[in-house]
C-alpha cells in the first residue's frame, strides 16, 4: 500500500471512532445510519465523474437507471 488507506480500512477506523465517542451508549439502527451516510457521497461523486449521464453512473455502479433516479431524488441530489 502506498501510504493510502483503502477505503475498507477508512471505514473500519471510523467505525471505531463512532464507538469510542459513543462512550459505552449502545447504537440503534446502524446498518440504515451508514448506508445513508454512505449511499449520498457515493452518487453524488460518481455522477460528478460520468458528467451527469445517469446511465452511465448506473453502468460504473452495477445498478439500474431507474434505480440510481430514484436514489438520486431520495437524497435530493437532481430535481
Request: charged residues 30%.
Amino acid at each position: 500500500m502506498s501510504g493510502k488507506k483503502h477505503i475498507e480500512e477508512c471505514i473500519r477506523d471510523n467505525l471505531e471512532t463512532y464507538f469510542k465517542d459513543l462512550r459505552g451508549v449502545e447504537p440503534t439502527a446502524m446498518y440504515q445510519m451508514i448506508l445513508g451516510v454512505v449511499e449520498k457521497p457515493l452518487l453524488d461523486v460518481v455522477m460528478k465523474h460520468a458528467d451527469g449521464n445517469q446511465s452511465r453512473a448506473a453502468e460504473w455502479l452495477g445498478i439500474n437507471r431507474n434505480t440510481l433516479r430514484r436514489k438520486l431524488l431520495d437524497h435530493k441530489l437532481i430535481d
